[in-house]
């Protein structure tokens, strides 16, 4: 069958048009209320939470990465003083990613000193593991160090320490580090 109706071979005329046909489909059951500027603000304002509660913690001074158990691959920030470790909300370092063998108030703490400049590692449950042992009482950190508290590991990744420390003005600061006001 042609393509167009009434068309000769021979006649190189276009027929004439037939009218444009409306067709009317069916609307959906349900709209979806999906909208743009609605799914960005939760966003936004979860950014801003972050960012106001970064900015009361102070600078970060290390960090710990989930190498391993729910929420692998997320990075968390350490500060000064004491970060403990937990599930709730109260926990400065929260671990909520669905691993319900970690204590929810606080099963660890990371406590960074400015004045020492150093990290130490506080077992405040049985079920703290460092490097593959059983974590007893404060033990300084140096960085790499592995620790386990449930099904989750991770590994101590410090900024901060001996050679750099935000609140101190170091002799090669102008050369190589920035200090934030």
């Not at 106001?52 to 350490?78: D, H, M």
């Not at 050679?163 to 102008?174: E, L």
Request: glycine residues 8%; proline residues 6%; positive net charge.
């Amino acid at each position: 069958m042609p393509l167009y109706r009434n068309l000769n071979k021979e006649s190189s005329a276009l027929p004439a048009t037939e009218p444009t046909r409306r067709i009317v489909r069916a609307k959906p059951a349900v709209k979806s209320h999906f909208q743009p500027a609605q799914a960005a603000a939760p966003l936004k304002s979860i950014a801003a939470e972050k960012s106001a509660l970064s900015a009361e913690l102070g600078p970060v001074v290390g960090w710990l990465a989930i190498t391993a158990g729910p929420g692998c691959g997320q990075i968390l920030s350490l500060h000064y003083g004491v970060n403990d470790i937990g599930r709730s909300d109260k926990s400065r370092v929260r671990l909520d990613f669905g691993d319900v063998s970690i204590v929810s108030d606080n099963q660890a703490a990371i406590i960074y000193t400015a004045g020492s400049r150093r990290f130490y590692l506080q077992s405040v449950a049985v079920e703290v593991w460092l490097e593959g042992q059983p974590a007893r009482g404060s033990v300084e950190l140096s960085g790499g160090e592995i620790l386990q508290l449930g099904q989750t590991r991770l590994r101590f990744v410090p900024l901060c320490g001996p050679d750099f420390d935000w609140r101190h003005n170091d002799s090669h600061q102008g050369k190589h580090d920035a200090v934030c006001a």
